[in-house]
T-cell receptor, first 117, second 114 residues
Framework: AQKVTQAQTEISVVEKEDVTLDCVYE???????LFWYKQPPSGELVFLIR??????QNEISGRYSWNFQKSTSSFNFTITASQVVDSAVYFC??????????????FGTGTRLQVFP | EPEVTQTPSHQVTQMGQEVILRCVPI?????FYWYRQILGQKVEFLVS????????KSEIFDDQFSVERPDGSNFTLKIRSTKLEDSAMYFC????????????FGPGTRLTVT
């Protein structure tokens, strides 16, 4: 069955610390897509990144980086030198598609990140 | 930058009343979705819509729910007879065609059923 697990419910760090948010997924599909979304206190969902199952290259975007490892079914997200504005709930999500003709997003339960000054 | 918009931002209704939540997806997008998030919980898929018909719906999306694209721009979610447990944030999302590209979410409508 398809599932996304974010075991860290809440993380608190002090500004400038690095922090890694974990995401573990389960899927029946061989082709799938993984996403991270940010939900700031204002409530909207902001798209951060999409990765395809056939592309395991890690990605860096400014202070953000993502580590995708199919061998461990993980798609972890690291924020380097965290800032107060990074405080939000972060959701990892999975979308299957090749076998089951579905594109719905399956979300994890989210990790609340609090960055203190 | 184009964005998904939703109205109203907050809707308060009494149990048993009908509500319509409105969304304007990004203009060149053809796939539309509704999700909901009960306070403090994860985001849950409700329904997807393509080519003027539902392509998939979850167990949550029962006969009390319906979706419609009444014109070329709006996408609506109707709840016929609201229940207390329908209180949640409802998000509309849309994406472009071709592959499983990212879904862009609107700011959400907070529905409170009293």
């Amino acid at each position: 069955a398809q599932k996304v697990t974010q075991a860290q419910t809440e993380i608190s760090v002090v500004e400038k610390e690095d922090v890694t948010l974990d995401c573990v997924y389960e899927t029946r599909d061989t082709t799938y897509y993984l996403f991270w979304y940010k939900q700031p206190p204002s409530g909207e969902l902001v798209f951060l990144i999409r990765r395809n199952s056939f592309d395991e290259q890690n990605e860096i975007s400014g202070r953000y980086s993502w580590n995708f490892q199919k061998s461990t079914s993980s798609f972890n997200f690291t924020i380097t030198a965290s800032q107060v504005v990074d405080s939000a709930v972060y959701f990892c999500a999975l979308s299957e598609g090749s076998l089951f003709n579905t594109d719905k997003l399956i979300f994890g339960t989210g990790t609340r990140l609090q960055v203190f000054p | 930058e184009p964005e998904v918009t939703q109205t109203p931002s907050h809707q308060v209704t009494q149990m048993g009343q009908e509500v319509i939540l409105r969304c304007v997806p990004i203009s060149n997008h053809l796939y539309f979705y509704w999700y909901r998030q009960i306070l403090g919980q994860k985001v849950e898929f409700l329904v997807s819509f393509y080519n003027n018909e539902i392509s998939e719906k979850s167990e949550i999306f029962d006969d009390q729910f319906s979706v419609e694209r009444p014109d070329g721009s709006n996408f609506t979610l109707k709840i016929r007879s609201t229940k207390l447990e329908d209180s949640a944030m409802y998000f509309c999302a849309s994406r472009t065609t071709g592959g499983l590209y990212e879904q862009y979410f609107g700011p959400g409508t907070r529905l409170t059923v009293t």
